[in-house]
């Protein structure tokens, strides 16, 4: 089954105490992003990628990290995270909008929700 | 910046009803897309819209795309309660390789029996 796979699903944590969430694909997709969703602002690009060791900054990049050394995975670290990274987080794929694929949509994972104290 | 407007952002409809979301974006798009979230799940796309004048179906769900007006509804046709939902319309920006979707805030649909 084609899907994007995000862990942890859940997670309480405290100010500082850095941490990964990670996210893998299986459907060979050139490019990935993560978004965070929070009330009355809907979806935020943080980073995307374009393919391997291919990175680069969405609209709210601050105090997120990501990495794409295999073409499956696309985690998003927080060094040093703080109260106001609480939210809930979604990695989402994409074959790529060349004219091969024009119009594909991204496909999105579970969700992560992070909560930072 | 490209600024995505959806209403209305709360939808209370009677099942059998008819109704209509409207999303309206503020620069040009390559492309145009319709998402649904239930609660504590993820997103899934439910419309591709490409090009001026496209109309898409599935059940009781139609969405258009007016390029000229930067307009897109979605049409819900005699709603069964199974269509209670938040539903969200993004633009598509590609830009040196960047798939950007800017969301609206979203539409949450109740629909009641």
């Known amino acids: 089954e084609a899907q994007v796979t995000q862990n942890p699903r859940y997670l309480i944590t405290v100010t500082g105490k850095k941490l990964t969430v990670t996210c893998s694909q299986n459907m060979n997709h050139e490019y990935m992003s993560w978004y965070r969703q929070d009330p009355g602002l809907g979806l935020r690009q943080i980073y995307y990628s374009m393919n391997v060791e291919v990175t680069d900054k969405g609209d709210v990049p601050e105090g997120y990290k990501v990495s794409r050394k295999e073409k499956r995975n696309f985690p998003l670290i927080l060094e040093s995270p703080s109260p106001n990274q609480t939210s809930l987080y979604f990695c989402?794929?994409?074959?790529?909008?060349?004219?091969?694929?024009?119009?594909?949509?991204?496909?999105f994972g579970d969700g992560t929700r992070l909560s930072i104290l | 910046e490209l600024k995505v407007e959806q209403n209305p952002l709360f939808l209370s409809m009677q099942e059998g009803k008819n109704y209509t979301i409207y999303c309206n974006y503020s620069t040009t798009s390559d492309r145009l897309y319709w998402y649904r979230q239930d609660p504590g799940k993820s997103l899934e796309s439910l419309f591709v819209l490409l090009s001026n004048g496209a109309v898409k179906q599935e059940g009781r769900l139609m969405a258009s795309l007016d390029t000229k007006a930067r307009l897109s509804t979605l049409h819900i046709t005699a709603a069964v309660h199974d269509l209670s939902a938040t539903y969200f319309c993004a633009v598509l920006q590609t830009n040196f390789g960047n798939e950007k979707l800017t969301f609206g805030t979203g539409t949450r649909l109740t629909i009641i029996p």
């Open positions: 989402a794929s994409s074959p790529g909008q060349g004219v091969e694929a024009p119009g594909q949509p991204q496909h």
